[in-house]
């Protein structure tokens, strides 16, 4: 119940109705011009090619792309199947976000925590931050091996951001509300827990955003470099032998990843939000 | 035997806000001592450092010169003796009412069950008892600002210190408040001190109002607030007895001398 009262849908005004019926249509013609958008990219990509307006070698078309997939889902000798590949990307992604988030968030903690620190390293972290990580690849590779490199390479794109966001996060807590937990005698860990923490839940889920996406740049990237296993490698194994249906089934899984990374965030996010 | 100690005391209070540009003083050598159930307002204009009174009085801020005591010691600290009621509600929007009611017992460790029994209790006689698992967007301002004194209460404090509690209401919901925490703070006995820079609300709340200088706020004067009446009148009815309009001309001109001086 809240403070104003609604009515019955029962004792609805036929006002109320008809202005129902039009925000209906509204929602149903936004999901429908997306849609058609969809529809169109596909139905062109399939058709330039066919029609040799533009070379299908260099595009490849979506008709192409399924039985590709097939073809891909065997695991050969020399070939992983496509699903050890999405599989391996996907986890690669999740423990980059995952570590970029508990990470920055605890970094972000102490940099409240300790103003000194976050005025000594405030100029470091933005230049982290503007820092191109993808030229650390080849280091990485160096140092960490294959598989590491690309978790490393996930984590070091998104933890830089997630601490910068996070802290401004903090720092944007109202300071009255601090004000009212130290008139009941709160000392800064409670401050932190009670106040500072619960009150950044939207920037930790705006960072989750930002962080999802840039940690998959991360792994598919690595993957060109240092993997035989992942998307990013197998797109690149693709390119290499050109085979556009390869690369182009890739890409496809690679929109769908995200996607779905997509979806589970703002599922997370309305499940946290529900209470706000 | 000595005496009883005042409930508050400032003995020649000095505090000096330090900025890279420069220092400001925001009070000099204030002194005051308030009794054990008293109800004293403070009035004085935007600045003069009626807020940052609250604070050192509060523990959360230390003067640089001078003492603060309560029971006739000197503050270190916050004191779960003092309830402090901000300029406004400051409920915290992840929380439910009853979750905020008791955010200062928990704070102060204090026993939970207990803690929630009586902030039940509080919210249910300020009308808010369907209210406890809302959340504060769905309440009104009125609304808010009594979880704000029921959470000020939980903590069962004996000094109450209220700083412009009701500044942010429309003015009906200001009237009707602060009718009603004068009488529930008259009722529980505790000692109250309300900065405000409203003369009607001094006059009609308390029973002594002192006024403070602008910057550097220095205490002006010190008025006592009596009416003919045996019984000490509501906030609400002490606006219409005749000794009101006396009390606010004489506080106006106290106030318009310095806005000229």
């Known amino acids: ?276 | 035997m000595a005496a009883a100690p005042p409930k508050v005391e400032l003995r020649n209070v000095n505090l000096r806000y330090f900025g890279l540009e420069g220092e400001t003083e925001a009070l000099k050598d204030v002194s005051m001592s308030i009794t054990p159930g008293e109800f004293v307002a403070i009035i004085g204009q935007s600045g003069c450092g009626k807020s940052t009174l609250l604070s050192l009085i509060s523990g959360i801020l230390m003067p640089t010169g001078g003492a603060v005591l309560l029971d006739g010691r000197a503050v270190a600290g916050p004191s779960r003796k003092v309830g402090y009621m901000l300029q406004q509600d400051y409920l915290f929007e992840w929380r439910t009412i009853l979750e905020n009611a008791v955010l200062g017992a928990e704070i102060q460790g204090a026993d939970m069950g207990k803690a929630r029994a009586r902030a039940t209790a509080l919210l249910t006689r300020y009308g808010l008892g369907q209210f406890l698992h809302h959340l504060p967007r769905q309440l009104s301002g009125g609304m808010r600002q009594r979880v704000a004194l029921a959470r000020t209460l939980c903590t069962e404090p004996d000094i109450v210190l209220l700083d412009e509690p009701f500044a942010a209401l429309d003015s009906q919901t200001r009237l009707a408040l602060s009718d009603e925490v004068a009488v529930i703070l008259r009722r529980e006995k505790k000692t109250a001190i309300l900065v405000t820079h409203d003369i009607g609300e001094a006059v009609s709340m308390a029973e002594r109002v002192i006024v403070l200088s602008r910057r550097p706020g220095r205490v002006k004067s010190d008025h006592a607030i009596r009416f003919a009446a045996a019984e000490r009148p509501t906030p609400l009815a002490a606006r219409n007895a005749p000794e009101f309009n006396t009390y606010f001309n004489r506080l106006w001109q106290e106030l318009e001398v310095h806005v000229e001086g």
């Open chain 1, 1 to 276: 119940m809240s403070k104003v009262e609604t009515l019955t849908l029962a004792s609805a005004s036929p006002q109320y109705l008809a202005w129902l019926a039009r925000e209906r249509r509204g929602a149903r013609i936004v999901r429908g011009t997306q849609l058609a958008i969809l529809l169109a990219f596909l139905v062109l990509w399939e058709v330039l090619p066919k029609a040799l307006i533009v070379n299908p070698v260099l595009t490849s078309y979506p008709s192409a792309l399924w039985p590709t997939f097939l073809e891909l889902l065997k695991s050969t000798p020399q070939q992983a199947s496509i699903l050890v590949h999405t599989w391996a990307t996907a986890l690669a992604t999740v423990l980059g976000f995952t570590g970029a988030m508990v990470l920055g968030t605890a970094v972000a903690a102490a940099l409240w925590w300790w103003n000194v620190l976050y005025k000594v390293l405030d100029p470091y972290l933005v230049v982290a931050n503007a820092m191109p990580k993808t030229a650390f690849v080849p280091i990485f590779y160096i140092w960490l091996g294959a598989t590491l490199s690309i978790y490393g390479m996930s984590l070091a794109i998104s933890v830089f951001i997630t601490i910068l966001m996070i802290y401004s996060g903090f720092q944007g807590i109202d300071p009255n509300k601090i004000k009212l937990a130290q008139t009941f005698g709160a000392t800064k860990g409670q401050i932190l827990r009670k106040v500072v923490l619960p009150g950044s839940v939207p920037t930790l889920l705006a960072a989750l955003k930002v962080n999802a996406g840039l940690s998959l740049v991360g792994v598919v990237v690595g993957e060109f470099q240092s993997a035989n296993l992942g998307l990013g490698y197998l797109i690149q194994y693709g390119a290499q032998i050109f085979k556009m249906n390869i690369v182009m089934t890739g890409i496809t899984i690679l929109a769908i990843v995200s996607s779905l990374m997509y979806l589970g965030i703002s599922w997370l996010e309305a499940v946290v939000m529900r209470r706000r």
